[in-house]
Each structure stands twice: as C-alpha cells, then as structure tokens.
C-alpha cells in the first residue's frame, strides 16, 4: 500500500445509542444522521470516544519445536469507552443501564435500577460516527451493549463534571456480529 497522508485520521466522534434491536441505518447512509424515531445523540463527549478490541489466545505446545505452532482465538471483547462532558440525569441513566426518572414542577429526579442477578439487564445499541481516510465518515454499531464499570460524580472548583464510561459488546446471535464498521468511500 503506498503511502499517503490522506488516510491520516483525526477529529471527533458523535456517539448515539438506541434500544437493543434498533433499526440500524443502511451502509449506504455512513454519512447521514441515525434515524431520530430510532437514535438519541448522547450530546458532549470529552476526551475521545474509543471502539476498543481484544482478544484471548491458547497456543499449541509441541516437543519438537520452542516456537508457537499455531494458537486459537478463545475471546473476543469489543468496549466503547468515552468521558460524557454533559453530566445530566438522562446521561446518568445510560451509564447505569436504566433507572427511574420522574419530574414534576421545578424537578427532576433519577432512582438506580434494584434488580437480582437473575434479571435480564436492559441492553442498548451504540452508534459511533466518526473519520475515516480522506476525510470520509466511519460508522461503528454495537449491536448489544451494556455499561459495565462503575462511575463517579465528582464536583471540584476547578474541573468540569463529567461521566465516564465503558459499555462492552456482546454476542447476538450466530447471523447477526456483535460489532459493525463501515466507511464511506465516495
């Protein structure tokens, strides 16, 4: 591949999320806006949005050889990871998968969800609009996501407050993958 500077990435990235099963936007449409009925922009992010992967690997061991044959893949786990610079109580209720929120006048309030650890959690889809080469858009979707790290709201004279966090990717089914990329090319 010859070398260019056009395929040099930079700039930020817009994240949505939507219900688990959203309907996704075509491939065709990488540069358009998710679909409003379907996708609700999460608003300001600090510090990057990352689509993170990794993999787990158990090697083959021979007599014959001090060098690896061959290995296996044995995981495979996909996060999104992001700062929410808009510390809101609608922001709050996706870091931790769901809640109660109730207003009236002059209020707004926001109860954790109290389940037991044979309740289904409530999973959610991620849209993460960002660059791809030569200045064209790149998609990624996470088909099934859940906020897996805790959070902390911390309050400080002079640092903004902010909401971290780290949704992890999960298996769908054996048809549909977990994860989908797609860049525009024209």
Same mark, same amino acid.
């Not at 289904?120 to 996470?142: E, S, W």
């Given at each position: 591949?010859?070398?260019?500077?056009?395929?040099?990435?930079?700039?930020?990235?817009?994240?949505?999320?939507?219900?688990?099963?959203? /309907?996704?936007?075509?491939?065709?449409?990488?540069?358009? %806006?998710? !679909?409003?009925?379907?996708? =609700?922009?999460?608003?300001?992010?600090?510090?990057?949005?990352?689509?993170?992967?990794?993999?787990?690997?158990?090697?083959?061991?021979?007599?014959? =050889?001090?060098?690896?044959?061959?290995?296996? +893949? /044995?995981? +495979?786990?996909?996060?999104?990871?992001?700062?929410? !610079?808009?510390?809101?109580?609608?922001?709050?209720?996706?870091?931790?998968?769901?809640?109660?929120?109730?207003?009236?006048?002059?209020?707004?309030?926001?109860?954790?969800?109290? =389940?037991?650890?044979?309740?289904?959690? =409530?999973?959610?889809?991620?849209?993460?609009?960002?660059?791809?080469?030569?200045?064209?858009?790149?998609?990624?979707?996470?088909?099934?996501?859940?906020? %897996?790290?805790?959070?902390?709201?911390?309050? *400080?004279?002079?640092?903004? /407050?902010?909401?971290?966090?780290?949704?992890?990717?999960?298996?769908?089914?054996?048809?549909?993958?977990? *994860?989908?990329?797609?860049?525009?090319?024209?």
């Amino acid at each position: 591949m010859a070398q260019s500077a056009t395929n040099l990435i930079a700039g930020p990235a817009l994240l949505s999320t939507g219900a688990f099963g959203a /309907t996704e936007p075509a491939d065709t449409a990488v540069n358009a %806006t998710p !679909a409003a009925s379907a996708w =609700t922009e999460v608003g300001f992010t600090q510090d990057g949005v990352k689509l993170v992967g990794d993999q787990a690997w158990m090697e083959f061991e021979v007599d014959q =050889t001090n060098t690896t044959p061959e290995r296996r +893949q /044995t995981k +495979q786990d996909w996060t999104v990871e992001t700062t929410l !610079a808009e510390a809101t109580l609608e922001n709050l209720t996706l870091t931790m998968n769901g809640g109660t929120t109730a207003s009236g006048a002059g209020f707004k309030s926001w109860e954790p969800v109290e =389940t037991t650890s044979a309740t289904q959690p =409530t999973y959610k889809a991620l849209i993460m609009d960002g660059y791809a080469p030569q200045q064209f858009r790149r998609r990624a979707i996470v088909r099934k996501a859940l906020s %897996t790290d805790g959070f902390e709201v911390a309050y *400080v004279k002079d640092k903004q /407050t902010v909401l971290s966090v780290k949704w992890a990717a999960h298996w769908v089914s054996s048809s549909i993958r977990a *994860v989908h990329v797609v860049d525009q090319t024209s």
